[in-house]
């Protein structure tokens, strides 16, 4: 089971430019999250998504856009990237059951120039 | 919403040490509290898991002690080997959502 991947491993990003950080889950959660963390520390996160169709803002929403177009997929968005979104971001996926296992993906390190 | 703090950010023990890490949330309508490890390059990942109906929990090395209370909780690794080396997360979660808020995380190192 491949469970939840995120595409590309690492980018190099010139400011300004846009770009899709990709995560696909084939363990049908409802809800999924994406989170920032810096400094190889604290997971801040950034939006979610309770099921498909619904999207919400978390900690530290600005900058960032998602969509949740069916309950597979929940790319995050960078319209204008700036050098403060370099950081390593990870795509997790929960069931919409309380108290439930947190799925990460291996993470997608970013660096904006 | 939910403060999760974490203490120590850093831990250094010697193999074959005990290592804590403790945790305090702000939410008292939280009811489930996770701990996660992360490796070298990879995302987190559960290891154990506690929910507020239970004041301890155990698995082989690792057990973790819950006191609603005071609000905090403590992950416990005894017989401590190289490969505990990690960043190590705990959250709390009152279940609505399921969202976890994380706590700042700790960097453990054991020494040979």
Redesign the interface.
Known sequence: TAGITQAPTSQILAAGRSMTLRCTQDMRHNAMYWYRQDLGLGLRLIHYSNTAGTTGKGEVPDGYSVSRANTDDFPLTLASAVPSQTSVYFCASMMDREGTEAFFGQGTRLTVV | GENVEQHP?TLSVQEGDSAVIKCTYSDSAS??F?W?KQEL??????II?I?SNVGEKKDQRIAVTLNKTAKHFSLHITETQPEDSA?Y?CAA?K?A?????????T?LMVKP
């Open positions: 950010s009811n489930y996770p996660y390059g990879k995302g987190p990942q559960l898991d929910r960043v997360f979660s279940g959502g399921n969202m976890l808020t994380f706590g700042g995380g960097r």
